[in-house]
């Protein structure tokens, strides 16, 4: 998955894929989020690339279970904190609310 230094500096918890598998999200006990275009052509060398990584939404923890949105928006847990929705492209992290019962493609308004 890229270059020993451009990834996750521990272990990764979880990942998710987007529906056309070109897009990966990876979390890791350091705290990250990080995406990844996996859309890579091997025959020429090709490496993925991290498209952006984005801090978890409660300091001193970090995601342990990931499911995306066709959407692009990310269900993620925080280790004993709760269920958040992550937009990946625009890195904002919403808690789930008691009481919300959209779907994924909705998350709650911070």
């Excluded at 897009?23 to 006990?29: A, G």
């Excluded at 801090?55 to 958040?84: E, I, N, Q």
């Amino acid at each position: 998955m890229g270059h020993d230094d451009q990834g996750h500096k521990t272990a990764v918890t979880a990942c998710a894929f987007n529906a056309d598998s070109t897009r990966m999200v990876t979390s890791s006990k350091d705290g990250l989020l990080i995406v990844w275009d996996i859309a890579v052509r091997y025959k020429l060398n090709e490496d993925t690339k991290i498209v952006r990584r984005i801090p978890c939404a409660v300091s001193g923890r970090h995601y342990s279970r990931l499911a995306l949105s066709a959407l692009g928006v990310l269900a993620a847990t925080v280790d004993g904190a709760g269920m958040f929705f992550v937009d990946v492209e625009t890195c904002v992290a919403s808690p789930l609310t008691a009481g919300w019962g959209g779907g994924l493609a909705q998350p709650s308004e911070q």
